[in-house]
């Protein structure tokens, strides 16, 4: 239960209970729901969170100078339409970070409209339900009068207080300055008690702010709270400028105008582009393509412990922060364990188990979202879904389209979310209803590209058999994360059929490991650098899109060196069989590791080095079920494969048919539907637009920065 609501009904039921009894009640009540209910994560939400924002702010890029910016240019800018800035990202971002730490420095309000069970942090802020009610209970020119007697009332409360930094502070986390505040700010209504003047404009910072958005119960205007909101701010805008954030990307339509024209909105690319910040990802092409932004700064005295180290360290600052956050006395594993909670409850909205999960539309999205952070789903950008994956289920936008129509969006490589997700995907019976609810996905088309299916099913196929191998191994050793690395050996028989794979030899990955759980997409050919990285993350590679040569890339390294190696997958489906020519081009030389690496490693990546061709189109029945390893001679006069007789040497494996894979009959069948297309391929974000997919842009809707 939230705080706030907990005190209401212990004062109806204890009236001259005082405050610092309701505290110790509200504690025992947080202990007593953990001790009954330990599965449950909202209950413990707000503790646990509450340690993350404790952790010193730390930034990769200078974020908050650039958000500075963009408030000062509001503040000063002597425009006639508007006041204020509008938020959209992903959770866990520091977009509520954000606001801690510009109140430090200037006068700030934070007023939050979180739901109750919510896995978010702060909680709803005091009063703000009783705000709400106000805003959605009258019709829409009264409501103007109501919501300038909120702004008014917060503004003078402030400003009859010490605003120094300390009270800032407090203001922000401290249970009874807020509780003061806020029922002050209530008591102390008067819309008609005009302002005075003010040192320096305050910042009203609305979190959670699609509350203010749709239509309430009483109202008869569309979004009539935040146009009352936005009015109010407008007749105070001597004295305060207001910022409006949320995961929801129907914040969108909080965007301020640049005209009188309401309908003249900023957008959020081209001449007006938001700022840009990269917590963490594979840079786009404009960039230095190799680069890859380590933020394990951001989190200070994090022990480098494996593989947890390297789960933790990588992805939004989230992640680090309550890691850091945690007590030096908890355990490094139960400190890890209460992070996986969070993922898999931020993954979810709010479950921390698939069976927890009720509405058949709530569970297509979280399977959407499960597939998506491990196998680098495209959504496309006019989908429904799109959105609803940003506000519930992680996924990170990109940019949203000056129509508010169209929401780029994308999973970067995080390696705790795909963790998160093969754990929920490992419970009984989980993994074949999402691959199911894939395939009905497809078939409704519109959402997902029906372009690369063969790839998609290729990497699921990949993916699934790293899940198995991992859950066999827990049979005997239970703490093994699936994260951990394994002999390279040890997943091609999990990934094959046994008695196909037993007539192959393939001496030199013998000594090789292997170790990923999730895919990532990347547009240019990897170097060392970039090798490296990935292997750390724990990822394997999607090569750029319609090049020559393999499709997929797994990175090994051998088990006592330094050497890195590759599995590269070159993915056919096509209706009829390939002639042998077409095999033999496409499995020798376009399959060399030149082709597919930078020159700085393919020589040494070639040492090691195995491509497999995969036939697993309607070129080849359900009964079809061959293996042949065969050896790429590059040193002869003419290239061409020779069978492996010896079978001591062999580079190559050709694999066709479905059958050739270890899987049940009912996997086979999905399977099956999954590799054959439904639909055309997309092209709503074609062309260069798709390389936005490897930005991080958290979107912030106003002028263009100076």
């Known amino acids: 239960m939230d ?16 405050k610092d009894q309701i505290r110790l009640a509200y504690q025992a009540y947080l202990e007593d729901q953990q001790a009954t209910s330990s599965s449950r994560f909202p209950v413990t939400a707000s503790t646990v969170l509450d340690k993350a924002f404790k952790v010193p702010f730390q930034q990769d890029v200078n974020y908050l100078a650039k958000l500075d910016q963009r408030i000062h240019a509001v503040a000063n800018g002597g425009n006639e339409f508007y006041n204020y800035l509008a938020i959209v990202q992903s959770s866990g971002y520091g977009k509520t970070r954000a606001a801690l730490e510009l109140a430090k420095t200037r006068p700030l309000i934070y007023i939050c409209f979180r739901k109750e069970g919510s896995t978010g942090y702060p909680p709803a802020t005091p009063q703000s339900k009783e705000l709400l009610k106000d805003l959605w209970s009258s019709d829409f020119p009264y409501v103007e009068r109501i919501a300038l007697s909120w702004i008014r009332s917060m503004i003078r409360t402030y400003c009859q207080e010490k ?10 986390n401290n249970l009874q300055t807020q509780r003061e505040f806020w029922d002050s700010v209530s008591q102390n209504r008067d819309a008609d008690e005009h302002l005075g003047s003010v040192k320096e404009k305050i910042i009203l910072y609305f979190d959670e702010a699609s509350a203010l958005l749709g239509e309430g119960a009483g109202s008869q205007e569309k ?137 058949d539309t709530i569970k297509r999205r979280v399977a959407l979202a499960l597939l998506a952070c491990t196998a680098a789903l495209y959504v496309s950008p006019t989908s429904s879904v799109a959105p609803e994956l940003v506000k519930s289920h992680m996924a990170t936008l990109v940019a949203v389209d000056d129509e508010r129509e169209r929401h780029l969006i994308t999973y970067p490589s995080e390696p705790l979310l795909p963790e998160a997700s093969m754990e929920l995907l ?50 005997t050793n239970k703490g093994i994360l699936f994260s951990a690395r394994r002999p390279v050996m040890s997943f ?23 170790g990923f759980t ?3 997409s990347i547009n240019h050919k990897p170097n060392q650098e970039t090798i490296e990285a990935i292997w750390e993350r724990r990822g394997a590679i999607h090569f750029k899109r319609n090049q020559q040569g393999a499709d997929l890339g797994l990175i090994i390294k051998h088990r006592t060196t330094s050497q890195f190696g590759a599995i590269v997958f070159q993915v056919k489906n ?12 496409a499995t020798g030389p376009l399959l060399r590791a030149k082709v597919m690496f930078d020159e700085d490693c393919a020589a040494s990546i070639e040492a090691n080095y195995l491509g497999v061709y995969l036939h697993v189109g309607k070129a080849y029945t359900e009964t079809v079920a061959d293996i042949e390893a065969k050896y790429y001679d590059k040193t002869a006069k003419r290239k061409t494969l020779k069978r492996s007789v010896t079978r001591a040497n062999s580079n190559r494996l050709i694999v066709r048919g479905l059958a050739s894979f270890n899987l049940s009959d009912e996997y086979r ?38």
């Open 518 to 520: 999730h895919f990532i």
């Open 426 to 475: 490992s419970e009984k019976g989980v993994e074949i209803v999402v691959l199911k609810e894939l395939d009905a996905v497809y078939k409704s088309g519109g959402i997902l590209d029906a372009g690369d299916q063969g790839e998609l099913a290729v990497k699921l196929l990949l993916l699934g058999a790293w899940r198995r191998l991992i859950c066999t191994e827990r049979r």
């Open 492 to 514: 091609l028989r999990e990934l094959l059929d046994s008695e196909g794979l037993s007539r192959v030899k393939l001496p030199k990955i013998d000594d090789f490991d292997i």
């Open 669 to 706: 069948t999905v399977f099956r539907n999954l590799i054959c297309a439904w639909n055309d391929p997309l092209t709503v974000c074609a062309g260069d637009e798709t390389e936005l997919l490897y930005q991080m842009l958290p979107c912030v809707y106003g002028p263009p920065k100076k």
């Open 3 to 18: 705080p706030f609501d907990f005190a209401d009904d212990y004062r109806q039921k204890h009236p001259n209970a005082n």
């Open 163 to 172: 605003t120094g930094e300390n009270y800032r502070e407090k203001l922000l």
């Open 223 to 359: 979004n009539q709270a935040f146009r009352a909101i936005r009015r109010a701010l407008w007749e105070c805008k001597h004295a305060a400028i207001g910022i409006f954030t949320d995961t929801n990307s129907s914040v969108a339509n909080l965007v301020p105008s640049k005209e009188r024209d309401p309908s003249q909105l900023w957008i959020a690319y081209g001449g007006y582009a938001n700022w840009v910040l990269y917590y963490d990802s594979l840079l786009p092409s404009h960039h230095d393509s190799s680069s890859i932004l380590d933020c394990s700064n951001s989190i200070p005295h994090l022990e480098k412990i494996n593989p947890t180290y390297d789960i933790v360290r990588f992805g939004r600052p989230l992640w680090g922060s309550q890691w850091s956050g945690q007590t030096a006395e908890t355990d490094q594993e139960d400190r890890f364990d209460e992070i996986l909670r969070l993922a898999k409850s931020k993954l979810t909205g709010g479950a921390l188990k698939w069976s927890e999960i009720q509405e």
């Open 574 to 585: 096509w209706a009829n069989p390939p002639s042998q020519t077409q095999e033999e081009q």
